[in-house]
């Protein structure tokens, strides 16, 4: 399985802040993929990162607050922006294939106040 | 020790038993099917995948089974170890060529294993 890792592991950030979140693969994969993990709650996919082109966002999320890069197929960040304290949660990348194995990072735990 | 997946979020079992753990899916194009460990603090760990051709799929100490017919999935956990401990998740594909790899998640069980 491909190793994933995530920066920042956790961060603390006042609100109308926006922060960054990077998500590196050891190997080139197809496809890449964002999730958002709310306090004590399931996974939500926020979007599928695709390389050089936009982001497909899923029903409830959007460009202007999760705007989402993938220069390449081993890179991707998303961007939470304008941040409230309801976007405190666990952000997940993830790298796969078309129905095959899914593999997840260890996460970025932020915190908004 | 039994779950009965959204319906019932905790399971508490012994040391050395069995766990089974069930998850119930609502998309009849559901054609892939992964079920994950989240340990605290730790993103989720792959533990077995089964595609909707078949009903059974072993692994080490675990084994997925599948019902296509009440769209039900369950996990089995052989001789439950401390180690098992933690919160588990089924995944579905909902199929279709749009579709691709996205996966949406049940919402979970926590296993707690008593020494």
């Known amino acids: 399985s491909a190793v994933i890792s995530q920066k920042p592991s956790r961060d603390i950030c006042q609100r109308g802040t926006s922060l960054t979140i990077q998500c590196q693969v050891d190997?080139?994969?197809?496809?890449m993929f964002w999730y958002r993990q709310q306090p004590g709650q399931s996974l939500t996919l926020i979007a599928t990162?695709?390389?050089?082109?936009?982001?497909?966002?899923e029903s409830g999320f959007v460009i202007d607050k999760f705007p989402i890069s993938r220069p390449n197929l081993t890179f991707s960040t998303l961007t939470v922006s304008n941040m409230s304290p309801e976007d405190s949660s666990i952000y997940l990348c993830s790298v796969g294939a078309y129905y095959n194995e899914q593999f997840f990072g260890p996460g970025t735990r932020l915190t908004v106040l | 020790g039994e779950s009965v997946g959204l319906h019932l979020p905790t399971l508490s079992v012994q040391e050395g038993d069995n766990s089974i753990i069930n998850c119930a899916y609502s998309?009849?194009?559901?054609?892939?099917f992964i079920w994950y460990k989240q340990e605290s603090g730790k993103g989720p760990q792959f533990i077995i995948d089964i595609r909707s051709n078949m009903d059974k799929r072993q692994g080490q100490r675990v084994t997925v089974l599948l019902n296509k017919t009440v769209k039900h999935l369950s996990l089995q956990i052989a001789a439950t170890q401390p180690g098992d401990s933690a919160v588990y998740f089924c995944?579905?594909?909902?199929?279709?060529?749009?579709?691709?790899?996205?996966?949406?998640f049940g919402e979970g069980t926590q296993l707690t294993v008593n020494p």
């Open positions: 190997s080139q994969v197809t496809m």
């Open positions: 995944a579905e594909n909902r199929g279709g060529e749009t579709s691709g790899s996205r996966l949406t």
């Open positions: 990162a695709n390389q050089g082109s936009e982001a497909t966002y």
């Open positions: 998309n009849s194009a559901s054609d892939y």
